[in-house]
């Protein structure tokens, strides 16, 4: 099995900045695409930004130029940078990891718990 970690969540001012972390572990062959989603209370889960074994990013354009997605290979762990924070980037933020657990095995997606990032004055 693989287990997804979150942290970095937390309250932060308009304009502030706050980093996300996810880490894997368990058994993994190896992980391909890799991606933040948010849910925000009364809304659905919306993707933020996504990062491809080959290192492409897509970005929703309501994050483009504020948010940055990256990723540790060595520590299996996912990485988002959030600058210019608004209070509408107020959500739980999930991270989402595709795995493969053997070398001919089809990857199964697995989820972080999500962490909440709120910010407000």
């Known amino acids: 099995q693989v287990q997804l970690v979150e942290s970095g969540g937390g309250l932060v001012k308009p304009g502030g900045s706050l980093r996300l972390s996810c880490a894997a572990s368990?058994?993994?062959?190896?992980?391909?695409?890799m991606g933040w989603y948010r849910q925000a209370p009364g809304k659905q889960r919306e993707l933020v930004a996504t990062?491809?074994?080959?290192?492409?990013?897509i970005y929703a354009d309501s994050v483009k130029g504020r948010f940055t997605i990256s990723r540790d290979n060595a520590k299996n762990t996912l990485y988002l940078q959030m600058n210019s924070l608004k209070p509408e980037d107020t959500a739980v933020y999930y991270c989402?990891?595709?795995?493969?657990?053997?070398?001919?095995?089809?990857?199964?997606?697995?989820w972080g718990q999500g962490t909440q990032v709120t910010v407000s004055s």
């Open positions: 989402e990891f595709s795995v493969k657990l053997e070398k001919f095995s089809r990857p199964n997606d697995y």
């Open positions: 368990g058994s993994i062959f190896s992980i391909n695409a």
């Open positions: 990062l491809s074994s080959g290192g492409s990013t």
